[in-house]
């Protein structure tokens, strides 16, 4: 019983001191983050339809654990199973998911253009498997959390960058219906105790939009050196509104929007004080009406064809436009 109090008291302390520290440091391994107001990431079985808003029925998402943490974690899954009251049903219950952790060399995914899993092709599965488990519609776990774990930091691939980098890919291995569900990493198995640092993040982000006229979701692409344009790509947005792009010196830009099944994508120059900073990509959904169930993809790629990170928690802080800081013409 000492044991047990002494653990709550534990977590309770640590979770008051990462609220005290600041808002980023919190939900920096929460996927979706909190600044994204998304509610759910989907994947699809792989015998669903593309029309429905998964155009490979995989994503890959990838955790980045700070080269000085030293102790054990855990990568949770919420709500893994596809069935039940959060899952996009199509006739029977029939997906099943798998969720399979790598670490190790070949995961580093500025190392291995292959692990970024913008397409389940190649050597997406690169690494070393850590853990994998395939869920069907098993009741236990409907909008409940299953752990992968414990892991140790040296597990994973080391960057000089980023720290210790994981990857988790969920896989529809079969069926049709729609898996949403989320991430977190976190110290402990059976509560959400963030790791100080740490953050998480996708080069194909796959994400239902909620239920809601009045919810705008974001994600957070990262701009880096050398970046002297963006192609962003988006898919099946069911023409639900309008997507704006935001930075510190941009008020808001729209670009083309999807309709059902289909992609589309556009040039978007890049400011030099955009640079070493985060965009603000915002999804306003449709307001003369409602379109529910709305999953989307959505990828981005500078001028060279390389694909850009779409941080959970974004680097630099969230980006708020700044009226005084100058920009010439904006190009698209």
Not at 36 to 47: A, R
Not at 112 to 123: A, E, L, Y
Not at 237 to 248: E, H, K, Y
């Amino acid at each position: 019983m000492m044991i047990f109090l002494k653990k709550i008291i534990y977590t309770c302390l640590i979770t008051i001191l990462f609220l005290m520290s600041g808002r980023d440091v919190i939900y920096s391994q929460a996927v979706p983050g909190q600044d994204e107001n998304i509610q759910f990431l989907v994947t699809f079985g792989k015998q669903g339809e593309t029309s429905w808003g998964d155009d490979d029925f995989s994503q890959t998402w990838f955790f980045a654990v700070p080269k000085d943490f030293k102790g054990r974690f855990y990568i949770r899954v919420f709500d893994p199973d596809a069935g039940g009251e959060n899952d996009e049903q199509k006739g029977e219950w029939d997906s099943r998911t798998l969720f399979s952790v790598y670490g190790g060399k070949g995961v580093d995914p500025e190392v291995n253009d292959d692990s970024r899993g913008i397409q389940p092709t190649g050597q997406y599965k690169s690494g070393t498997l850590l853990a994998s488990r395939t869920f069907g519609s098993e009741r236990q776990y409907d909008n409940k959390y299953y752990s992968f774990g414990p892991f140790n930091p040296a597990e994973g691939d080391y960057s000089e960058k980023w720290g210790y980098i994981f990857k988790v890919i969920a896989d529809g291995v079969s069926g049709d219906d729609g898996n949403l569900y989320r991430y977190f990493l976190s110290r402990e198995p059976n509560a959400d105790v963030p790791i100080e640092g740490a953050n998480a993040f996708t080069y194909e982000y796959t994400f239902r939009m909620w239920n809601n006229t009045k919810s705008i979701s974001h994600i957070y692409p990262f701009i880096d050196e050398g970046v002297v344009y963006v192609k962003q790509k988006n898919f099946d947005w069911d023409d639900d509104g309008t997507i704006l792009v935001v930075s510190r010196v941009r008020k808001g830009i729209t670009v083309p929007i999807s309709s059902e099944n289909d992609w589309a994508e556009s040039r978007i120059r890049v400011e030099p004080a955009e640079i070493n900073s985060s965009l603000d990509f915002q999804f306003h959904k449709k307001q003369e009406f409602l379109v529910r169930n709305n999953n989307v993809v959505i990828s981005l790629e500078n001028q060279r064809g390389d694909n850009l990170k779409f941080f959970s928690a974004p680097i630099g802080g969230v980006p708020v436009y700044d009226p005084k800081i100058g920009v010439r013409q904006i190009g698209k």
